[in-house]
């Protein structure tokens, strides 16, 4: 059996690799709850919601920050993540725009994403938590809307805590002509949606 040191060092590598596959902005560490500056009742709401996802709670799996940028929902997500990791638990961040690149690489190239395309769906598909920061930015396309409806219908049906940071209003994303990724986003009663405003 391990002694308490080398127990201490394998938690502290099991950490650390938590982190870095959590893919989290280069210099985020400032971007946490104690630092997120409220400037209105929105931005109160949508931090309260988010303290609530980041703690596990069951009322709170999906939820949606909707603003104009520049008021917190990337920070807020951040936030998430790293209260998740302290957690002991994984998470993914991923802006949508390198999100979809790196699933359209991963059919082809293998050797240079270091895992298949199945393997990459699987993860977003079951990771504990998952951040889609800027849904909407990304280009229109039939596959993208495809590709980001089985994302989040996966993630819906089994009840796996989703946070989506957008500047659009949910009837407005691009590749949501039909309104299924608003459906699956406010379906539930664990759905939440703020709009931060100024």
Not at 89 to 113: M, Q
Not at 145 to 172: G, S, Y
Request: proline letters at 4%; one cysteine or more.
């Amino acid at each position: 059996m391990p002694c308490l040191c080398q127990r201490e060092e394998i938690a502290k590598r099991q950490a650390e690799n938590m982190l870095k596959h959590c893919n989290l902005p280069e210099k985020s560490e400032h971007k946490t709850f104690d630092t997120f500056e409220v400037r209105s009742k929105s931005g109160g709401e949508a931090k309260a919601l988010s303290q609530r996802l980041a703690r596990g709670d069951d009322n709170v799996v999906f939820l949606t920050l909707m603003s104009d940028t520049g008021l917190g929902k990337s920070h807020l997500s951040i936030a998430v993540c790293r209260a998740w990791l302290s957690r002991g638990l994984a998470a993914r961040y991923c802006f949508v725009p390198e999100l979809l690149d790196d699933i359209r690489n991963s059919y082809k190239n293998d050797e240079l994403t270091g895992r298949s395309h199945s393997q990459l769906m699987n993860l977003l598909e079951t990771v504990p938590l998952l951040v889609l920061d800027d849904l909407g930015t990304e280009k229109k396309s039939e596959w993208v809307c495809e590709t980001l409806q089985t994302i989040i219908d996966c993630r819906a049906r089994n009840a796996l805590p989703l946070l989506v940071t957008t500047n659009k209003p949910l009837n407005q994303l691009p590749n949501d002509d039909e309104g299924r990724i608003r459906s699956r986003l406010e379906r539930e009663p664990w759905c939440k949606v703020v709009i931060l405003e100024v």
